[in-house]
T-cell receptor
Framework: ETGVTQSPTHLIKTRGQQVTLRCSSQ?????VSWYQQALGQGPQFIFQ???????GRGNFPPRFSGLQFPNYSSELNVNALELDDSALYLC?????????????FGQGTRLTVV | GIQVEQSPPDLILQEGANSTLRCNFS?????LQWFHQNPWGQLINLFY???GTKQNGRLSATTVATERYSLLYISSSQTTDSGVYFC????????FGQGTELSVKP
């Protein structure tokens, strides 16, 4: 069984640039959720993709967007990067959309915006 | 939306001590998970425990959904237990508490 993998692990970008983060879901899982974790805080829900459709969104601006592919892997895109976007971005894989099944996380991508 | 409060926010233990971490919810619990965040940031699943009690080695967890709380017990703590512990309730998305930072000293 393949676990959740994220790439890259670390990234440094300049304010105003765009970034794409990637996530491969766990084998057999069809749902990917993205979370942003600022230093010293709990993760905050960005959005969820289920069967290639956005299936819920947290309180994040439209410059945060995503995709899910037929193999259920996913991308998180952030445009017009701001300094406050510096955070750990976590991807979670689960089964069944909003069925509230157990979620498993990747190792995260640490984004620094300078 | 539901609010999740974890206590204590910080905890320092000597190796071998026992501890209890608590998670309180503003609404009845749906599907609770406990995680340990390692120093590299990865969230490691500890328990998926909507209700009842589960044990895994030195760790155990109890959720009382109707009374809106969950407890994580760590017995005979080890330095490798250090890190941040999160509880989260699943309502289509995970809603996390602010975490308990545990430091186990040798």
């Amino acid at each position: 069984e393949t676990g959740v993998t994220q790439s890259p692990t670390h990234l440094i970008k300049t304010r105003g640039q765009q970034v794409t983060l990637r996530c491969s879901s766990q084998s057999g899982h069809n749902t990917v959720s993205w979370y942003q974790q600022a230093l010293g805080q709990g993760p905050q829900f960005i959005f969820q993709y289920y069967r290639e459709e956005e299936n819920g969104r947290g309180n994040f601006p439209p410059r945060f967007s995503g995709l899910q592919f037929p193999n259920y892997s996913s991308e998180l895109n952030v445009n017009a990067l701001e300094l406050d976007d510096s955070a750990l971005y976590l991807c979670a894989s689960s089964l069944g959309g909003t069925a509230n099944t157990e979620a498993f996380f990747g190792q995260g991508t640490r984004l620094t915006v300078v | 939306g539901i609010q999740v409060e974890q206590s204590p926010p910080d905890l320092i233990l000597q190796e071998g001590a026992n501890s209890t971490l608590r998670c309180n919810f503003s609404d009845s619990v749906n599907n609770l998970q406990w995680f340990h965040q390692n120093p590299w940031g990865q969230l490691i699943n500890l328990f998926y425990i909507p209700s009842g009690t589960k044990q895994n080695g030195r760790l155990s967890a109890t959720t009382v959904a109707t009374e809106r709380y969950s407890l994580l017990y760590i017995s005979s703590s080890q330095t490798t237990d250090s890190g941040v512990y999160f509880c989260a309730d699943s309502r289509g998305k995970l809603i996390f508490g602010q975490g308990t930072e545990l430091s186990v000293k040798p």
